[in-house]
């Protein structure tokens, strides 16, 4: 019972510090190394984003494999990017930032999250519901 409510303190107060202006770790400015964030919703796969279709958002440039991905972006670019400002959400979860592969990364409750390697993303899968609410409470230091 004590972890459900600590569970659902952390995800109450997770809402508001989300909510604020996150810096997004970039590579040259650039979010997700130039991969498009949407395509991780809509094609489940980390697809490299177009020059053509960009978009600033956050104080970093976004890129996007097509102009209907572009679109979604707009509409609700917090459901669109990256957990942790992009940084792995495991070593998150260890109380510090780290690069991410664009290619580790996994969908959680329509959430995206973004791990240092595949490696990585492979312990990172098998405690999600422990590790979440430890990077979202570190989070707020890092």
């Given at each position: 019972?004590?972890?459900?409510?600590?569970?659902a303190?952390?995800?109450?107060?997770?809402?508001?510090?989300?909510?604020?202006?996150?810096?997004?770790?970039?590579?040259?400015?650039?979010?997700?190394?130039?991969?498009?964030?949407?395509?991780?919703f809509?094609?489940?796969?980390?697809?490299?984003g177009?020059?053509?279709?960009?978009?600033?958002?956050?104080?970093?440039?976004?890129?996007?494999?097509?102009?209907?991905?572009?679109?979604?972006?707009?509409?609700?670019?917090?459901?669109?990017?990256?957990?942790?400002?992009?940084?792995?959400?495991?070593?998150?979860?260890?109380?510090?930032?780290?690069?991410?592969?664009?290619?580790?990364?996994?969908?959680?409750?329509?959430?995206?999250?973004?791990?240092?390697?595949?490696?990585?993303?492979?312990?990172?899968?098998?405690?999600?519901?422990?590790?979440?609410?430890?990077a979202?409470?570190?989070?707020?230091?890092?």
């Amino acid at each position: 019972m004590k972890l459900l409510n600590l569970l659902a303190f952390v995800l109450l107060f997770a809402t508001s510090s989300f909510s604020q202006t996150t810096i997004y770790s970039s590579s040259n400015g650039i979010a997700i190394k130039g991969y498009d964030p949407v395509a991780y919703f809509t094609q489940q796969a980390a697809v490299e984003g177009n020059d053509l279709f960009t978009q600033e958002w956050s104080g970093t440039k976004w890129k996007f494999s097509s102009q209907a991905n572009l679109d979604l972006f707009k509409t609700m670019p917090e459901k669109y990017a990256p957990q942790f400002g992009g940084y792995c959400a495991y070593g998150c979860s260890e109380n510090h930032k780290s690069p991410t592969d664009p290619k580790a990364f996994t969908i959680v409750n329509d959430k995206l999250y973004l791990n240092y390697n595949l490696k990585v993303k492979e312990m990172w899968i098998k405690d999600t519901a422990t590790r979440i609410p430890a990077a979202i409470a570190y989070w707020k230091t890092l």
